[in-house]
């Protein structure tokens, strides 16, 4: 106990004292993680939606699908990727291994289920409460969806949110196709989990707390915006 709270100070040290090293993990993981939500929200979002509005024979098929992959393992995903990105895979040719793309696109298959299953949720009581009336009016499939977003925006901050938080968070997939290099693709994730191993709690630690202290800012500014949304409506 007294080496982790002597840990826990130099951890403090080190994030006062704005390491460089430090400084650069902690932006490569914000950027890639805002990255990959970003393109599911957009990619899932309407996705969705769109399963919403639709009345097939295998649909119901395609829900319980959805939300099966909520449980997707990340290192299958990262090893899926790797497969793709490897000099012998179909997108080798584009260099991506191994650099922030790869990880990004690891990230944006990983949340990607999890934008299209929670806004399916978020939509579909709007959709049972206003299909009659897109119908009336002749909306079509794309108004009928972009309705449905918007009446749902409010949902769908805390959607992008679990995107961002389940991106933020990994470790396997962006290790295998990240390779976790140091100044290049090494996330605060990996770093936790390579320092705690090397023994280095102090390092773990700091990034810990920044970690954590991001994500509290994050969806707390988020959840700001959302009650100003909803103050104006």
């Known amino acids: 106990m007294e080496d982790i709270g002597q ?5 403090l040290e080190l994030i006062a004292a704005g390491d460089p090293e430090l400084l650069a993990t902690v932006l490569l993981s914000l950027g890639v993680s805002l990255c990959a939500a970003a393109a599911a929200f957009l990619l899932g979002a309407p996705a969705g939606a769109f399963l919403v509005t639709q009345r097939f024979r295998v649909q119901p098929v395609l829900v319980v699908f959805l939300n099966a992959l909520l449980g997707l393992p990340s290192v299958v995903v990262g090893l899926v990727v790797y497969l ?10 584009l260099g991506l291994l191994f650099t922030p793309r790869a990880m990004v696109l690891a990230q944006t298959i990983l949340t990607l289920p999890i934008v299209a299953a ?3 949720r978020a939509t579909e009581n709007y959709w049972a409460m206003y299909r009659d009336t897109f119908l009336i009016f002749g909306a079509g499939r794309l108004r009928a969806i972009a309705t449905l977003l918007a009446a749902a925006r409010g949902a769908l901050v805390t959607v992008f949110l679990a995107a961002f938080g389940r991106a933020i968070a990994e470790v396997g997939a962006i290790m295998i196709v990240g390779g976790n290099i140091r100044g290049f693709t090494r996330t605060m994730t990996t770093t936790i989990a390579l320092e705690t191993s090397r023994g280095d709690l102090a390092l773990a630690l700091g990034l810990g707390l920044i970690l954590v202290s991001l994500t509290l800012l994050i969806s707390g500014a988020a959840f700001l915006l959302n009650q100003r949304m909803s103050d104006e409506r």
């Open 118 to 120: 929670l806004t399916y």
């Open 7 to 11: 840990a826990f100070v130099i951890a």
């Open 84 to 93: 793709l990105l490897s000099r012998s895979g179909p997108l080798g040719a």
